[in-house]
């Protein structure tokens, strides 16, 4: 029958649903390290890699033997969906958008508004362009943002903190008031204290993950090889 046929239809959708819980459900304890817990995984075995005898070159110049590729492990939909609904789950009330520096940020930022779609408090996203538009309306920021909005400027990771600085000053100068600072990884450099100088005690600067948590993670794996 036509009711049978509906009933299905809601499950069906009801299922498709349950990889972006509503945010406000995360404020569960269990459910914030459930998701913690799928995040560590995927930037462990996706993001994670070290390599002493060849260090990498870090965007801020110097040299490491630890790197962090976190669009790799953002690729997979359940890491996505994790960090989407963690970000989601810890912005303030007053937040009415969240963006920051295509590209690192962009998946953050659509995720963690798709996530909140369901909440009391639906988030927009925006990006913020490297370079202005040469045509049209010659924007450094992208998206239904104006003047005057509270914003929270999101970074896949920060190490120096020069590309989420540059996100925060493309925002304040398009007339967007920064009121939070979250970053995906801390790689634990001083980017995050450089960040703090930047937009004061009021605005809180946060990290979802540390790199030391990573690392011990990497330890652990290969030493119970």
Request: net charge positive; proline share 4%.
């Amino acid at each position: 029958t036509l009711r049978h046929i509906i009933h299905a239809l809601r499950r069906k959708q009801s299922s498709a649903q349950r990889g972006f819980a509503p945010a406000g459900r995360l404020c569960q304890g269990s459910g914030v390290d459930a998701q913690r817990q799928i995040l560590l995984d995927h930037l462990l075995r996706y993001a994670y890699q070290y390599r002493p005898e060849q260090p990498f070159r870090l965007a801020s110049g110097a040299t490491s033997p630890e790197y962090l590729d976190c669009r790799k492990a953002l690729s997979h939909p359940a890491a996505l969906a994790a960090a989407s609904q963690l970000i989601a789950a810890s912005l303030r009330p007053e937040v009415a958008a969240i963006g920051g520096l295509t590209m690192g940020a962009d998946p953050l930022s659509i995720g963690s508004a798709l996530a909140s779609t369901t909440s009391p408090t639906p988030r927009r996203w925006f990006s913020v362009r490297k370079a202005a538009k040469a045509h049209g309306q010659q924007r450094w920021v992208e998206g239904d943002v104006e003047a005057g909005m509270k914003v929270a400027v999101v970074d896949d990771v920060v190490t120096s903190g020069g590309s989420t600085l540059e996100a925060i000053e493309r925002c304040e100068a398009f007339g967007l008031v920064v009121v939070q600072v979250i970053a995906l990884v801390d790689r634990e450099e001083g980017g995050m204290a450089r960040l703090r100088d930047k937009v004061g005690d009021a605005v809180p600067v946060s990290a979802i993950v540390q790199r030391s948590t990573i690392r011990e993670a990497h330890r652990q794996a290969n030493s119970a090889l």
